[in-house]
């Protein structure tokens, strides 16, 4: 069964497209990434899948149920972490808790204890007197003390530190590992890239590739780093140019040969040439639409 699927799902905005035609399929019990800049449409698309706000069309479904006939049935059987978490004020956190869980209708006092325990979340406080951080440790346990098939995260480490997101991913894992389908929207491609198998991009509300992390990894081009003074001319291929007079970095999916033959006729002093990092071959989805080949 497809965890998540959708077939030329869009949402307008009056005249103006949130997200376009997008068609994607997450299996059940990946662990799946979700990636794109701020405004490329990623909450969009998990507002409308959730029924947050309604389709312009398209089809959609989770866990083999409509999106729209099946919502309320959806909704008993996942979890949402959005991207900033918004509590009724005067309550305190267990209260909170506790209401999720009637929510649900299950009993999550174990879970949600043991939870709170790893994230270092003070139950007795006022949600008022948290900061964003435990805000987000409190949103966190809502979302998975009552076991949900399809856990679904928004950019879910704003606000929390280094130790506390190891946590949470350590969380997440050994969710994943007892068969929690985990859909991971972010921006930070470290996260993505440790994380998850899978993985789609989005630009501009448009689903540009999709594949394994791997794949959309996978590209020809290499970072070289000249020391000594370098010009590029006659050399097709070449981005990402950074130079100063002692030292050139850029990115290079042209002739390895002509760019050493070249290379051979200028004052160089030394050579590095290595595979990009991920964040390098993103970046270039972002603002070109394509991978560097």
Do not use: W
């Amino acid at each position: 069964m497809k965890a998540i699927k959708t077939s030329g799902l869009t949402k307008f905005y009056g005249k103006n497209p949130g997200i376009q035609d997008l068609n994607l399929e997450v299996e059940e019990g990946e662990f799946y990434g979700f990636i794109g800049p701020n405004g490329a449409g990623k909450s969009t698309t998990i507002r409308t899948l959730l029924g947050l706000i309604r389709k312009s069309r398209g089809t959609a479904s989770i866990l083999g149920m409509d999106i729209v006939k099946d919502q309320k049935e959806i909704l008993s059987q996942i979890g949402y972490l959005p991207a900033e978490a918004v509590f009724y004020s005067g309550m305190r956190v267990k209260e909170l808790l506790r209401l999720s869980a009637d929510l649900h209708k299950k009993d999550c006092r174990q879970a949600g204890r043991l939870l709170c325990e790893r994230l270092q979340l003070d139950t007795s406080r006022k949600i008022e007197e948290l900061s964003f951080g435990n805000r987000k440790k409190a949103a966190i346990v809502c979302a998975l003390q009552h076991e949900p098939r399809l856990c679904i995260l928004d950019e879910p480490t704003s606000g929390l530190d280094p130790l506390m997101q190891r946590e949470f991913f350590s969380i997440l894992r050994e969710k994943n590992q007892k068969g929690m389908t985990v859909f991971l929207s972010s921006h930070i491609l470290s996260e993505i890239q440790r994380y998850c198998s899978r993985a789609a991009i989005i630009r501009k509300g448009q689903i540009i590739a999709s594949g394994s992390v791997e794949e959309l990894s996978r590209t020809s081009a290499k970072r070289v780093t000249v020391h000594g003074k370098f010009t590029p001319e006659g050399l097709d291929g070449i981005r990402d140019l950074q130079s100063t007079e002692e030292e050139s970095s850029f990115l290079y999916s042209g002739d390895i040969n002509l760019l050493l033959q070249v290379l051979s006729s200028q004052p160089i002093k030394d050579l590095n040439i290595s595979e990009p990092d991920l964040e390098e071959i993103f970046l270039h989805y972002y603002t070109e639409g394509g991978n560097i080949q």
